[in-house]
Nanobody
Framework: QVQLVESGGGLVQPGGSLRLSCAAS?????????MNWYRQAPGERRDLVGY???????NYASSVKGRFTISRDNAKNTVYLQMNSLKPEDTAVYYC?????????WGRGTQVTVSS
């Protein structure tokens, strides 16, 4: 089993920044797995925000490219999502995800609200 716990969400004004964290624990050699960030706005599907591979290759959705940055600290089994220049349309629950073997693991999510 793998446990993922997100933190760092909150209320921020447009143009502001937040850094989300996702701590992994359990049966995972964290450093060898890609880590993904998703988000889901009310009434919408869950969409991929971006990911980082074990080798540090990153890819982002076009809607966040240039504003969001994913990083990882393998010593802490933690992946981060730095979000800058936030917009109201970034409001969503943000989820951490990884796939280990046949398992598809998700955290419970952290709410990000961008509003003045």
């Amino acid at each position: 089993q793998v446990q993922l716990v997100e933190s760092g969400g909150g209320l921020v004004q447009p143009g502001g920044s937040l850094r989300l964290s996702c701590a992994a624990s359990g049966s995972i050699i964290f450093s060898i797995y890609a880590m993904n960030w998703y988000r889901q706005a009310p009434g919408e599907r869950r969409d991929l925000v971006g990911y980082i591979t074990s080798g540090g290759i990153r890819n982002y959705a076009s809607s966040v490219k240039g504003r969001f940055t994913i990083s990882r600290d393998n010593a802490k089994n933690t992946v981060y999502l730095q979000m800058n220049s936030l917009k109201p349309e970034d409001t969503a629950v943000y989820y951490c995800n990884t796939r280990v073997g046949k398992g598809d693991y998700w955290g419970r999510g952290t709410q990000v609200t961008v509003s003045s």
